[in-house]
């Protein structure tokens, strides 16, 4: 079932990078410029979508458009449900490596 949290948690704790990086060569180029995380926006193909790291949304600064984890796939022709599914095997993933105790240097 999804919920209003599961939603939220996709858009706002999973971070985009991380969401980009694990579509590889399916997803929208991208790179860090000027201290900030942007991709290619699917909308006009400019490399002017750039991450707000505090909310982890984006803007594309040529046409407008914003963007969250899930419009992201669903622009790049996932449908909805399929979207949210491998969005929240990322986010669960992302949230088992930040919870594991680091290992201790020797």
Do not use: S
Not at 13 to 40: C, N, S, T, V
Not at 48 to 53: F, I
Not at 78 to 105: M, S, T
Request: aromatic residues 8%.
């Amino acid at each position: 079932m999804i919920t209003r949290e599961l939603l939220r948690a996709i858009r706002n704790e999973l971070p985009m990078q991380i969401a980009i990086d694990r579509l590889g060569e399916h997803g929208p180029i991208a790179k860090e410029i000027e201290g900030y995380f942007r991709f290619l926006c699917p909308t006009c193909q400019e490399l002017r979508a750039t991450v707000n790291p505090r909310n982890n949304l984006a803007h594309c600064f040529c046409c407008g458009q914003n963007w969250n984890n899930i419009d992201l796939l669903i622009a790049l022709g996932y449908d909805f449900l399929p979207a949210v599914d491998l969005l929240e095997q990322w986010l669960r993933q992302h949230q088992e490596r930040r919870c594991r105790p680091k290992a201790e240097p020797r």
